[in-house]
């Protein structure tokens, strides 16, 4: 029922948009958001484009990061879906068509990108002090700023281990302690090599870089798991599941699938030690026609309880860590911004990935080729 | 007009010791500048990028060489396909027989369980297959029950699990081309070679074999083809090193993006192809199969004798193998093809169990009954939005890809072009090529014009890429369009409208009822065209339903499976009622 609300106000009148706040009773923020516009230093007109996955993540982003923004500025959202948001940036960029003002990216495509001038810089003189103040300098860059983190965390059935389950990734390649059918991820070497790393006792500080020695103990130790491991997934969403029906005893798996699982019931439990994180960016494209409104997007989408309201929809929490305060107390521990899950997590090193070497080729091109050499043997 | 074309036709007999382009060699004109624009023109530019334009190099090519897993991802793929193909010819076989010579009853069944499979998606369908053969699935749980095995064994995500997949989804592609073709063949032939004394068995081997050639042929083109492009299914169902090309192209495409690669890769991938295309066509004359009238007359005498002879002997040797077979009275064929049949549906059925389940994950079996899937479809705007949008793109594109594609098959089979195999080289290059590749140079196209993100736009693109099929298709069944009916035609005093009407339409109709059957698939199945034509801003419903295996685990996608499988039914019964109306 809210779906539909949701949907159908793109014809409305701003009169009848007001009073349907009313019915949005389910939306946090009510109260702020009805405030007279007059308040609002980011009340503007007319639309803004901008990109997201889509599924439930574009309706929970809609529900509790679009409709406030709309009605706190009067700035339409225009929904644009992809499964990535780089080739299509780069093409419209190429054909002189920008038809977006808001992509993500992950961090390994920016430097390039960046560098082709394919973005604006982000005006933070729009932003409330308290945003600037919980948002880390690093997740602020001239023409970017991290929208969310994501963690590939260790989970486990806790049906399957009734006296306690794996602690961490050397737990996880002791088969004899802990029995059962594995899960690792299949597509992106640089997300499973870590992993793998880890379950030789390595310290959290030596993970990266990835050097070739690395590789070659991680590939040892992966041809030791493999014939425990009964499905390598690739789609987010085949984790969890496989968990739940069985087919996994434990698994990799990223943390906002997790967090949904574990919401909608499922008898799992993520372990964050050892977990890899990735903070994916977004921009403001160059040549979008309505720059003025992402500016004012972004400095809404920032704010410590509409950022909360980002991490509840989707499990995966945006920079400002100053939402904690808005956050309900039992979502906390699921994500990976709560101080005592960041400490054990191992960022990754996006400054090595997106160097060159001497081949050519840049040091995430060379681990992602040496990955599917190691698995289409 | 019509006086130039039949002089000209006069000329073009006149000469035929040498292939003359006839006067239906006009009709490839509007099919051929539909791909040239819209095909070959962005797609070489894209290509290109493989040799480092503006920067010349061979450095992309070179790395493939110098990295040998590539070459192991050309061969898994190949390996793959091959198999595939063979596995779905061997079982599609005879239930094409069955649906030629079956009655009614058997062939309503038989084209549902065939053709259902196709409207399952892809997460709900993978996950019948868990149910039925994962570790706690129903086989496993069956075989351990009986003592035949002590623990499960995998049936799923290794080599098998990907092998089986693929086919279930192919079957329809390899069955409709040869039911098209079969049920063109005149039953009165197989009777007159069993009065004649030969067995069962000899008339299918030597009259009945030979003239479903082409639909066979076509058949086997078009699920090879089509098996190349793989990779959602292989991921979701294969084993760690079940990596298809396709996978390893669209990584370098849409995450590395290293277009110069992918592009470098895709090359190679056509290449490998069309070579492979070429080398089968020196040992199977693929040209002559399918149904094309060769111009080289000569040599097709001696080879017709040749192979009038090997049939002979065939026949014979048949006859002598006949007395030993046990008799099953003819119905060995329709009993074999039912059960293949209900095979086919166990997972489709599975689905339609699931979607009525009331948990908010995939289990099985399911917790309780509700019909909560189907209100999240119904009564979700954007779920009915995309349902509508994707068929209003499926119609334009059927309409463009079925007219030009026909003209195009009309043109290639009568048209005695030189340079044919080149014709359809470039006419099997896009489906040949990964879809992720032809979509970008179709994207800067489509943006010089304005039209990215217009229904439109992205209809332009499905009928690139659905006129193979039209083509195969319509090709394959000419051969049994004999043009002197249409002399006879002509000379009984019909003109070309009456011709056309009378004698042509009802003759090729059931081959281009498949092939906008297929074209309206190629368009409907698509989730690759539509994330770059479109923009972001349109969603169709198989899009809406990729997102779901991305970011949701939610049964709404069997529900949604269910109503089109049910759609499709509803389709097949109407159809079928519908031609025994006419016929009594």
Known sequence: ?377 | MAGTMSSMAIKGRAQSSRPWPTPWAWLLLPGSVFLVVLFVVPLTGLLLLAFGMPNWTLANFSRIGDTPVYLTVMRNTLEISVTVTALAFVLSYPIAYALTTGGMVLRTFLLIGVVLPYFTSTLARTFAWIVLLGRNGVVNQFLLELGWVSQPIPLLYNRFGVILGMTHIVMPMMILPMYTVMSSIDPKLMRAAKANGASPLAAFLTIFLPLSLPGLIAGILLVFIYCLGFYITPALMGGLSDVMITMAISSQILEQLNWNFGAALSVVLLLAVLSLLWIGSRFFPIEQLLGFSDGKLGLSVTRRQLGAKMLMRIGSAANALDRWLPSMRGRSVPILASCLAVLLLLPVLIVAYLSFSASSYFVFPLPGYSLRNYEAFLFDTLWVRATFTSIRIALMAVAMATALGAMLAFGLSRGAMPGRGAMIALLLSPIIMPTVIVAVATYFLLARWGLQGTEFGLALGHAVHAIPYVVVIVVANLRDLNPSYERAARSLGAGPWATMRTIVAPLVLPALIVASFFAFLASFDDVVYVLFLGIGKITTLPMRMWEGIRQDISPTIAAVATLQMLFATIVIVVGTLLRRQKKT
């Open chain 1, 1 to 377: 029922m809210t779906k539909q609300d949701t949907y159908s106000f793109r014809g409305l009148s701003r009169r009848s948009l007001l009073q349907s706040t009313t019915m949005g009773l389910s939306v946090p923020f009510v109260a702020k958001a009805t405030k007279a516009w007059a308040d609002e230093k980011l009340a503007g007109s007319g639309e803004v484009v901008v990109y997201s996955y889509g599924g439930s993540f574009t309706e929970s982003v809609r529900r509790y990061v679009y409709e406030p923004f709309t009605k706190a500025t009067g700035i339409r959202v225009v929904d644009v879906v992809a499964d990535f948001a780089e080739p299509q940036i780069r093409a419209m960029h190429q054909a002189g068509r920008v038809d977006w003002d808001i992509g993500y990216l992950v961090p390994q495509s920016y430097p390039a990108m960046h560098e082709a001038g394919m973005f604006v810089p982000i005006d933070y003189s729009l932003w409330d002090q308290e945003s600037l103040e919980g948002t880390p300098q690093h997740a602020r860059l001239e023409d970017a700023v991290v929208i969310h983190q994501t963690a590939g965390v260790l989970a486990y059935d806790e049906r399957a281990f009734p006296k306690g389950g794996p602690q961490n990734w050397v737990d996880f390649w002791d088969h004899k302690k802990f029995p059962g059918p594995r899960g690792l991820e299949a597509p992106l070497g640089k997300h499973t090599i870590p992993h793998a790393l880890l379950s030789t006792g390595i310290a959290h500080k030596d993970v990266w870089p990835l050097t070739d020695e690395k590789i070659d103990r991680a590939f040892e130790k992966l041809n030791e798991i493999k014939p425990h491991v009964v499905k390598w997934w690739t789609a987010g969403g085949e984790a969890p599941q496989l968990l739940i029906n069985g087919e996994y005893a434990m698994t990799s798996t990223f943390d906002g699938r997790l967090t949904a699982a574990i919401r909608g019931g499922a008898p799992i439990k993520g372990i964050w030690d050892g977990a890899w994180l990735t903070r994916s960016y977004a921009v403001i494209l160059k040549g979008g026609a309505n720059t003025t409104n992402a500016q004012k997007f972004f400095a809404f989408l920032n704010r410590a309880e509409i950022a909360a309201g980002w991490t509840q929809g989707t499990g995966y929490p945006g920079p400002n860590t100053n939402q904690l305060k808005h956050l309900p107390a039992g979502l906390i521990p699921l994500l990976s911004i709560n101080p005592e899950n960041a400490a054990k997590i191992i960022p990754e090193d996006t400054d090595w990935l997106v160097q060159k070497r001497s081949d050519g080729k840049t040091n995430a091109e060379h681990v992602q080729e040496r990955w599917l050499a190691w698995r289409a043997a």
